[in-house]
Structures are given as structure tokens and as C-alpha cells.
């Protein structure tokens, strides 16, 4: 009778695993959802889970892999298919899977399509994409931030989710995540740095012990955290990680008790880790009552000391990424900055530590302090800022090639002066650079209220904000710090006198020559506004020989505003575009974001970067329409303009494209001011331009200028000999490349044994028989009318699997966790063996 139920069991399980494929295709990679609230309206999700690991042991480790393009993104005949995940939710049992990390890889081991015992998680390229434990809810990725996955460049082909079993299992599991991805560009991408400790020994009965780990954060450019999450034993009473900058001020990224959910939480404040900083990460562990050490080890009986950093940066940074595991403790020097009570534990939170033990009565989680909160949706979400669009890598290297770079990071010579993003550059009569650099602050969503006021007014940027260099890159001088917030713009006038705008402050500054204070201010203080006396986020500046000057009042009014010598109102023009039915363009005259200003005094012109219609709108001295120059090589954006009078008057433009839209080239432009023709394309050399913000031109020694946001550099073009001897010629080329300046200061397949053929297996088959059939009639008609044989058939590598459980409960939620005492990970091994040699592969 046992061999009946046995082979009972072995043909429902085949067949409820086809019909699983049939009826809940749609669970398994589902685009019709029906709640899309916050996340992009073409997301899919994906069932990604394991695919019936059967652990029989204690602390056994099981991975199970996924091909990118045509499993989760669904496309078979694209291996170069891209997404991005934007949420996970996990479809597990507390009681079953006691962690889950999901892992992506550049190739899988050999068995990568099936289930494997892990050591080894990836073939190569092994990065961690998300971690799950402890009941913690669904993590939904701030808006325009996404993981990604796919493509040329991502180096993740491929997932594997690997699942730590504290207890062997009576069958066969199926737990998993569900990956929400959109097809769609993020401006931001996510990932995950993380901080551990291994080789560390934590002693008998001990109140307090502490075990830390420490580095440099040496990218080449920076992060922001925007989660954190902490990770260790039952030992583990708090976890703390901070940032420390190069003065010795720290910055507490997160604090929190690892016996609560293990959950990704909100960091409070927004601000960057740096190229430079210091990134240090304290455990905390009380072993009273326990008489043995502690290892830091692979078992239950072992411990571990992990803080997970969850970040994003510019997408246009993706490649120059560094390495995301700082292991053990390198920089010690670091702790004598972190503050006295790191070690002290948070105040209980009932809440919190009912559902790490299964006695939750729902999804969220609420604290009574301030350290630890969510509700599945991490922080307020970073909008997609207009001043960090999506930026497409191209290789057009005609026309003016790359002179020199300016590695606008740390300036040798003027020691404590940090360069940031660099939001205007200018140009005076003697050919000197100025240019004008936001220090570490960032304008992101956190940055404004909805009314457009700048939240962080008592936090000037700290170091000179302005800097001017000769041609040859030498630093002449540089002053402004304490004084500005959000540098934008930046003139020189033909008396050299130097002009600036601050979105922050909504003002206009005149800084006369050889002076480093404003002798005229416009706007007030902190207070945006649309009238004669007040802008919202002017963007640039142009003045013309007799004094009268324009502003472009850009992010919030669309309107070019005329004032006199003297600071007083004129005129104003412009409104915002709306898209009129029938007409391709939007009406001339009205702007979205108009963004930069070229004055063209000897043609009595002034042309307007329209950034967001991506075209250049040309009008009189008097704000009458001449002309608008659009063409589709332009793209979505177009960022900055800026005039030549040489060559019969030449405009010299960059781009840039928006999140959202469809993205060309970043490039820059040369244009005949006169017609409105391309004269050249240009960029950088086997490169491209990543995110150019402005652009200006030496007229004198033939040099034109892109400064970036992100990367921080500002770059240097040589105009060729052929383009300033001859006025009326198209070729724009040359070779040369030099350096202006240095540097710059300022993380089993189940087996069943076969026994023979007895007469009890052939009664118990006939018997079965009928059903059988039965329900393979009824199965071979839904596969058909399904379209299994086109869509499910490829069960060989890329079958979904089926969990008896979740066919017969709808539950796919968090249940009750195990009160069993010991709750423990492992973190990774060198190989495939069950050595105690530790790497990246397991780090729960």
C-alpha cells in the first residue's frame, strides 16, 4: 500500500507541475497587474523561485538560476534584452527559507539552469541584487531608481536566488521572489555595498563585544544610501554604520537590531559617500549565558556581522563602478570618528519584534523611534531630477576632438577645496576659465518643497564654489564659499565682471572685477516667485556691452526676463509650451525649461537651450520670434548654447536626453547661427559625453568647454586650424590632447530510489490509471488552447516550477517565523566544498 500512495504522489506531483505551467502562467511572469501605484504602467513581474531544492541536512545552502533575457524579461530571440527591477516581494515561508539572497551574474556554473548545493553561486560575476529575512515586507525601489539587469553593460545575464534552510525538509521546496521590472530607462540605478567581518572569534559570557569592518570608498564618483539593513545571529544586540569624510565628520547611514525583520530601512537623511570617505560598520554582540566562543561561521551555531548599504547613483556611472564588498577591518584608524553610544541598542519596538517572530498582523512595520521604519516603500522617492537626465553612451568622434580633461575632483594646489557638480562655466576676454561648482551638494527631490522653497538653508556649500583657471589650467583664484547653495549659472561679462544664479536662493549676482562680493543682487533670499522682483530657479544670464542683461527664469516660469545696466525691470517673454493638436513642435515663444543663453550682440540675437522641447529658440533683442533650430539629432534635450562670433557667427551646443524618452547620442553640436545648419558633431575619443550641463568658448584661442555634472569634469575641445583660418568652413577636428589640470582635492534536486516493480506498484498503477487519463485529456486541451507548446514547452532549462503548497493556498505573504532559538547564516565559501573558507558567495 506504501508503494500505491508513493506512486500516487510521484504522478500528481508531474501533473500538478504541468498544470501549474497552465494555470498559473500568468503568476509566473504577469504583466496585467492590476495595482501599479508607484511604479512605472508597463511593469511585468516574475516569479523567481527555487526550483524544488530538498534539504536533509541542517544549515544547507540551495541556488537556482535564471537566464535574464528569457525568463524574467521574457524575450527568447534577445540576449542582449535590458530591464530593470523596481520591486521585490518575497513568496516564502519563514518557517522554510530562513534567508534569501538573490545574486546576479555575469555567467552561471554548468547545473545554473537546475538546483545546486551552494558553494559557488556564479559562474563569474557574482554581485548581490537583494537579501531577504525575518518576515521582512515587500521592498519597493524609490521612483526612477531600478536594479539593472540585462543588456550590454549590466554584466548580470543571469539570477540565482540562493535560500539558507536552517531544518531539513519533509519536501520539495519552491519559495522564491517576485521581481517587479520595467523595460523602461531609470536615470537612477540601485545596488548594494556591503560591509562584513569574518576571522573574528567572539568570546564566552561577554556583555559587550564589538566586531568591525572598514574602507575607503574609492569609486570613481559617488553614491547616495537610501536603505540599510543589518544582519547577524542570535548574539547580535545592534549593528551601526557610518560614513566618515577626510575632516573626521561622520555620518550615520543606519542603526539596527538584527533580531528585528531584516528588512532594507530608510536612511533619515539624504547625502552622498564620496570618492575618499571612510566607510565603517560596527557589530555589537552580548554572548551572556553562552560558555563557548563564537565563530564567525557557516552554522547554526555561528555567527555573522554584515551591514548592507542600498544606494543608487547617476546611471551614466554604471561602468566605472568599483568593488562592492569591503571585507574585514582596513581602515581601524576610522572608529576613533564614530560616535560613543554606536554600540548601544535601540529602544524595544513591540511591534517590530512580534513580527520578526511571526506575530505580525500585516505587510508593514511601525516603529516608535525614528531609527527603523518602513512600510515596504523605503523613503520619499527621488523624483527624476531635471538636473540628472538619462544619458545614452555614443561613439560620433567628428568634429572637435577632445583637447584635454579636467579631472575636476581634488585641485592639488588649493588644498580643501572640493569640486562638485559643475553647474555653469564662462569664459573672460583673457581667455581665463571660471567655473562655477556646487561643492557636495546635490540638488535632488529632497531638495525643494512642492512650493519650490529650498529646504537645507542652513547648509551653504563650505568650500569656494568658484574657481578660475588660465589656459593652461593653472589656478588663478577661487572664492564663494559659505555663500551659495545650488550653483547654476555663470557670466562673464565684456568688463569682466563675473554674474551667477542660485536656484536655491533664487537669485542673480553681480560680482564686479577683481572683486569676490556682489555688488548687485536680484531676486529674495530663499523666496521663489514670478514678478518683477522675484524668480523661481533662474538658470543663466546674458549681458550685453551697454549693461542690459537677460535671465532665463527657467525651472519654474519658462520666461526670458529684460533688466537695465542698473538691475531694473524691462520686459519679460515666454510662457510654458503646451502641445497643440496638429503641430509637431510646440509654439515658438513658450518654453519647457529654458535652460541657457547665447547672446549674439552683432546679430542682434539671443538664442535660448529650450532644454526640454530639445531645440534652440532664437529671438531679438526685444524678445520678438526670429527662429527655432530642432532637429531630430538634437533628441529630448538640449542642454546648453553658447555663441562664437568667429566664422560668420557659429553656436556651439550640447545635449542631452530626458528620462522617459527616447535617447540619442550625447553629443555636442556645431550649428550655423545664420541658417540654423549642422556644421559638425563632436565628442570624446573612443568615449562619449556622460552628462554635459554647460558649454562655453574661448573665441580667442579657439577652445570650446563641456562642463558635467556627473562625471565632475569639465572638458576641454581644440577647435581645428581649418575651422578658425577660414570663415565660412565646416571642418571642426584636431588631435591634440593635453592635461590642463591634476587632480583636484577640494556588496538539490530531489532523488527517489527505484525498488523494482512489485505486484503492489502495477495494482496501484492500474488503479490510478483511469484518473490518469482523465486528467491527461483535460490537460493536453488547456496546454493547447494555452499555448504551452510555444510558451511553457521549454522545460528542459527554463521551466517554471510548481509548489504543491502554493497550488492549494492563495497565500503568497509572510508566515509565522520559527521560534526556534538559533537564527543563523553563513557567508560564503572559496569553492564548492563545505570548508569554512569565507568569500563573497553566502552573506545573508
Not at 536680484?522 to 549693461?547: N, Q, W, Y
Amino acid at each position: 500500500m506504501a508503494d500505491v500512495q508513493r506512486c500516487i504522489l510521484v504522478v500528481a506531483i508531474v501533473l500538478c507541475e504541468i498544470l501549474y505551467c497552465v494555470l498559473s502562467e500568468d503568476s509566473v511572469r504577469n504583466c496585467n497587474i492590476a495595482d501599479k501605484t508607484g511604479l512605472p504602467d508597463d511593469v511585468c513581474t516574475y516569479e523567481l523561485r527555487m526550483k524544488g531544492a530538498h534539504p536533509t541536512e541542517n544549515d544547507q545552502y540551495f541556488c537556482s538560476g535564471y537566464d535574464v533575457s528569457s525568463d524574467i524579461l521574457g524575450e527568447d530571440n534577445n540576449p542582449f534584452a535590458e530591464g530593470y527591477i523596481v520591486k521585490y516581494e518575497a513568496l516564502a515561508d519563514a518557517n522554510t527559507a530562513h534567508h534569501i539572497l538573490v545574486f546576479g551574474c555575469e555567467s552561471l556554473r554548468s547545473e545554473g539552469n537546475n538546483i545546486w548545493k551552494c558553494g559557488q553561486v556564479c559562474g563569474h560575476g557574482e554581485q548581490i541584487v537583494f537579501a531577504w529575512a525575518k518576515n521582512a515586507p515587500p521592498l519597493t525601489l524609490p521612483n526612477g531608481v531600478g536594479q539593472h539587469i540585462g543588456g550590454r553593460t549590466t554584466k548580470i545575464n543571469h539570477i540565482v536566488i540562493q535560500i539558507h534552510y536552517v531544518n531539513p525538509l519533509p519536501a520539495p521546496d519552491f519559495s522564491g521572489i517576485r521581481l517587479y521590472t520595467t523595460r523602461r530607462r531609470q536615470p537612477y540605478i540601485s545596488g548594494i555595498y556591503l560591509l562584513l567581518s569574518y576571522g573574528v572569534t567572539i568570546p564566552a559570557n561577554t556583555p559587550k563585544f564589538h566586531v568591525d569592518s572598514s574602507c575607503v570608498f574609492n569609486w570613481a564618483d559617488s553614491i547616495v544610501p537610501f536603505g540599510y539593513r543589518t544582519h547577524a545571529h542570535t548574539l547580535g544586540s545592534v549593528i551601526s554604520g557610518y560614513k566618515v569624510n577626510r575632516g573626521g565628520e561622520s555620518t550615520l547611514i543606519g542603526k539596527g537590531n538584527p533580531q528585528w525583520p531584516q528588512a532594507f530601512y530608510p536612511v533619515k537623511e539624504r547625502f552622498e559617500i564620496r570618492p575618499g570617505d571612510l566607510l565603517a560598520a560596527r557589530c555589537t554582540y552580548n554572548s551572556t549565558g553562552r560558555f563557548r566562543e563564537t565563530e564567525i561561521g557557516s552554522t547554526s551555531n555561528d555567527e555573522m556581522c554584515n551591514f548592507y548599504i542600498m544606494y543608487y547613483m547617476n546611471s551614466t556611472m554604471e561602468l566605472r563602478k568599483g568593488e562592492d564588498t569591503c571585507y574585514r577591518n582596513k581602515a581601524p584608524q576610522v572608529f576613533q570618528f564614530i560616535p560613543a553610544d554606536s554600540d548601544e541598542p535601540l529602544p524595544s519596538n513591540p511591534d517590530l519584534e512580534q513580527m520578526a517572530h511571526g506575530h505580525h498582523h500585516g505587510m508593514g512595520v511601525h516603529s516608535h523611534n525614528n531609527e527603523a521604519t518602513t512600510t515596504g516603500q523605503l523613503i520619499d522617492e527621488p523624483k527624476v531630477d531635471v538636473e540628472k537626465p538619462l544619458v545614452d553612451i555614443g561613439d560620433n568622434n567628428n568634429g572637435l576632438n577632445l583637447k584635454s580633461e579636467l579631472g575636476l575632483k581634488y585641485i592639488s594646489s588649493v588644498k580643501n577645496i572640493e569640486i562638485g557638480q559643475v553647474g555653469g562655466l564662462a569664459v573672460s576676454g583673457h581667455g581665463d576659465l571660471h567655473i562655477f561648482h556646487r561643492g557636495s551638494n546635490i540638488w535632488d527631490a529632497w531638495s525643494f518643497t512642492n512650493d519650490n522653497v529650498y529646504r537645507n538653508q542652513d547648509k551653504p556649500i563650505e568650500v569656494d564654489t568658484v574657481i578660475v583657471l588660465n589656459k593652461n589650467g593653472d589656478i588663478l583664484k577661487h572664492f564663494g564659499k559659505n555663500r551659495f547653495f545650488l550653483p547654476h549659472g555663470l557670466t562673464v561679462d565684456s568688463k569682466d565682471n563675473i554674474w551667477l544664479t542660485d536656484v536655491g536662493l533664487h537669485q542673480v549676482f553681480r560680482i564686479p572685477k577683481g572683486s569676490v562680493t556682489p555688488d548687485m543682487t536680484l531676486g529674495t533670499r530663499f523666496e521663489p516667485g514670478d514678478d518683477k522682483f522675484h524668480f523661481c530657479k533662474p538658470s543663466d544670464i546674458a549681458v550685453m556691452s551697454t549693461g542690459e542683461f537677460y535671465v532665463s527664469d527657467g525651472y519654474c516660469n519658462s520666461r526670458i526676463v529684460k533688466f537695465d545696466k542698473n538691475g531694473y525691470y524691462i520686459k519679460q517673454w515666454g510662457t510654458s509650451s503646451v502641445q497643440q493638436p496638429g503641430h509637431l513642435f510646440p509654439q515658438p515663444g513658450t518654453f519647457n525649461l529654458p535652460h541657457s543663453l547665447a547672446l549674439a550682440e552683432d546679430k542682434q540675437m539671443i538664442c535660448v537651450a529650450d532644454r526640454e522641447n530639445g531645440r534652440i529658440q532664437c529671438f531679438d533683442l526685444e524678445g520678438n520670434f526670429i527662429r527655432q533650430i530642432h532637429p531630430k539629432l538634437f533628441g529630448a534635450a538640449l542642454y546648453a548654447v553658447e555663441y562664437c562670433p568667429n566664422h560668420g557667427g557659429i553656436l556651439f551646443a550640447v545635449n542631452g536626453p530626458i528620462y522617459g524618452k527616447d535617447s540619442v547620442d550625447t553629443q555636442g553640436f556645431t550649428v550655423d547661427i545664420n541658417n540654423g545648419d549642422i556644421v559638425s558633431m563632436w565628442n570624446i575619443p573612443g568615449s562619449t559625453l556622460s552628462h554635459p550641463h554647460d558649454v562655453t568658448v574661448d573665441s580667442t584661442n579657439h577652445i570650446v568647454y563641456v562642463g558635467e555634472l556627473n562625471p565632475r569634469k569639465v572638458w576641454k575641445f581644440q577647435m581645428s586650424q581649418a575651422l578658425y583660418s577660414t570663415a565660412n568652413s565646416s571642418v571642426v577636428s584636431t588631435t591634440q590632447v593635453t592635461e590642463v589640470t591634476k587632480g583636484v582635492s577640494l556588496e538539490t534536486k530531489t532523488e527517489v530510489e527505484s525498488e523494482g516493480i512489485g505486484p503492489s506498484v502495477i495494482i496501484g498503477t492500474m488503479l490510478v490509471v483511469p484518473v490518469v487519463l482523465l486528467i491527461i485529456i483535460t490537460v493536453t486541451v488547456r496546454l493547447y488552447k494555452s499555448g504551452y507548446f510555444r510558451n511553457c514547452g521549454r522545460m528542459s532549462s527554463k521551466r517554471s516550477v510548481f509548489s504543491l503548497g502554493n497550488f492549494l493556498h492563495s497565500h503568497r505573504g509572510f508566515d509565522r517565523l520559527s521560534t526556534e532559538d538559533d537564527d543563523h547564516d553563513f557567508e560564503n565559501v572559496l569553492d564548492d566544498s563545505d570548508n569554512e573558507e569565507f568569500n563573497i558567495t553566502r552573506k545573508a
